[in-house]
Nanobody
């Protein structure tokens, strides 16, 4: 049973930085893509960043240059480094693991971690 456990959410001032972590407990195949989504109050969940099993990296266009995703395959973990945070980055951030849209393997979601950017 795979469980994604996020941590690192916090209250931070505008312009600050934060790193979110997600560990896949229970083991997960290296073929899985690991990524982050976020959901602001009253908004739909949106894609933030993804790193594939082969190391390919994709970002939401609006977040390029401020957010960096990285992966530690030995720890089965993925990280989201966020810089120059803005109030509009306030959201619950969710970790996601999937093997692609055509795979029969199950996808997983974490429980979410709250990031609040406010002065």
């Amino acid at each position: 049973q795979v469980q994604l456990v996020e941590s690192g959410g916090a209250d931070v001032q505008p312009g600050g930085s934060l790193t979110l972590s997600c560990v896949a407990q229970g083991g997960i195949s290296a073929v899985y893509n690991l990524g982050w989504y976020r959901q602001a109050p009253g908004q739909q969940r949106e894609f933030v960043a993804r790193i594939t099993g082969e190391g390919g990296i994709f970002y939401a266009d609006s977040l390029k240059g401020r957010f960096t995703i990285s992966r530690d395959k030995t720890k089965k973990a993925v990280y989201l480094h966020m810089n120059s945070l803005k109030p509009e980055d306030t959201a619950v951030y969710y970790c996601n693991a999937n093997a692609g849209p055509y795979s029969q393997l199950p996808a997983y979601w974490g429980q979410g971690t709250q990031v609040t950017v406010s002065s």
